[in-house]
């Protein structure tokens, strides 16, 4: 089993930064990627970025892509989504999640945390 535990969000004001945590207990993770994915009030949860984690390779939603960066820390079995230039659309609720396939697709995770707020105020 692998259980993940979200932490770091917040309120923010629209070109702020915040760190997501997510943190990882259970099983060794040096074959799992560990994705975070996020979900708007009234909107599908949608991929924003993941991260092998034995190679360190990752891959961002294009929404995203130069303002948030992901990455870990093998020793705190922790991975790390900063988060810049926020914009008021980034108001989500951000889970992260474990799976054996680095890949964009939910279904495909086995594993997810709670999630936590980040909300990106005007």
């Known amino acids: 089993q692998v259980q993940l535990v979200e932490s770091g969000g917040g309120l923010v004001q629209a070109g702020g930064s915040l760190r997501l945590s997510c943190a990882a207990s259970?099983?060794?993770?040096?074959?799992?990627?560990v994705g975070w994915f996020r979900q708007a009030p009234g909107k599908e949860r949608e991929f924003v970025s993941v991260?092998?984690?034995?190679?360190?390779?990752?891959y961002y939603a294009d929404s995203v892509k130069g303002r948030f960066t992901i990455s870990r820390d093998n020793a705190k079995k922790t991975v790390y989504l900063q988060m810049n230039s926020l914009k008021p659309e980034d108001t989500a609720d951000y889970y992260c999640?474990?799976?054996?396939?680095?890949?964009?697709?939910?279904?495909?995770?086995?594993?997810w945390g709670r999630g936590t707020q980040v909300t990106v105020s005007s």
């Open positions: 999640a474990a799976g054996l396939v680095f890949s964009r697709i939910a279904v495909e995770y086995a594993y």
């Open positions: 259970g099983r060794t993770f040096s074959s799992y990627a």
């Open positions: 991260i092998n984690w034995n190679e360190g390779s990752t």
